[in-house]
């Protein structure tokens, strides 16, 4: 099976900042990659994602950096606002399907003013 | 659009009792399915659809039912609640079932908070 861990269960940083959030996996067959955010009391919301034919994708102030090598994923916010704060997880697919789709617990991030 | 919408969004149940969790999108999307959110851990899959008339299990299917008359509504049936199924429940839906392009993104419902005394 597969097993989707991150690193900090929380992380605090300052408004302005670059956050950086990992995420490990475990299956060497995962494929798809996707990060999501959570604010409070809603349902997840889609970020972004890659496959595992690329090592970079940018989106409007997101980065996601995938190494296959050491099984590992991360996502960067550039310069991080307050609307920012939230938890945000990872979910791995081994098969580019919905349906096999394993998540992570989740990094919760603290924007301070 | 209004995307995906779940009712109830809080509910609290005594053991043994039985409710629905309703779920219904529109747009169109073929896929959908039913997640679990315990604290501090990742969702789990509970139930899934590929269209109208078909459901499958997922990861964690026992004590639950489903079904998918419409391709808009795919409800989620708790028969004889158990403490262990105190939880948050998202619905999701998406349009393919597997990553083939843009566009096939899973979208979430705002959830369904759930309390089993």
């Known amino acids: 099976g597969e097993s989707v861990g991150l690193h900090l269960p929380t992380l605090s940083v300052q408004e302005g900042d670059n956050s950086i959030i990992n995420c490990a996996y475990s299956?060497?067959?995962?494929?798809?990659f996707i990060w999501y955010k959570q604010e409070s009391g809603k349902g997840p919301q889609f970020i972004i994602d890659?496959?595992?034919?690329?090592d970079k994708r940018q989106g409007q102030r997101v980065t996601v950096l995938l190494n296959k090598t050491v099984k590992h994923l991360s996502l960067q916010i550039a310069a991080t606002q307050p609307g920012d704060s939230a938890v945000y997880f990872c979910?791995?697919?081994?098969?580019?399907?919905?349906?096999?789709?394993?998540f992570g617990k989740g990094t919760m991030l603290l924007v301070s003013p | 659009n209004a995307g995906v919408t779940q009712t109830p969004k809080f509910r609290i149940l005594k053991i043994g009792q039985s409710m629905t969790l309703q779920c219904t999108q529109d747009?169109?999307?073929?896929?959908m399915y039913w997640y679990r959110q315990d604290p501090g851990m990742g969702l789990k899959l509970i139930y899934y659809?590929?269209?109208?008339?078909?459901?499958d299990k997922g990861e964690v299917p026992n004590g639950y039912n489903v079904s998918r008359s419409t391709t808009e509504d795919f409800p989620l049936r708790l028969e004889l609640a158990a403490p262990s199924q105190t939880s948050v429940y998202f619905c999701?839906?998406?349009?393919?079932?597997?990553?083939?392009?843009?566009?096939?993104?899973?979208?979430f419902g705002s959830g369904t908070q759930l309390s089993v005394l």
């Open positions: 890659i496959r595992s034919n690329m």
């Open positions: 659809s590929v269209g109208a008339g078909i459901t």
């Open positions: 999701a839906s998406t349009l393919q079932g597997t990553v083939r392009g843009k566009g096939e993104k899973l979208f």
């Open positions: 747009m169109n999307h073929n896929y």
């Open positions: 299956n060497s067959a995962s494929d798809y």
């Open positions: 979910a791995v697919s081994r098969d580019s399907g919905y349906s096999t789709l394993t």
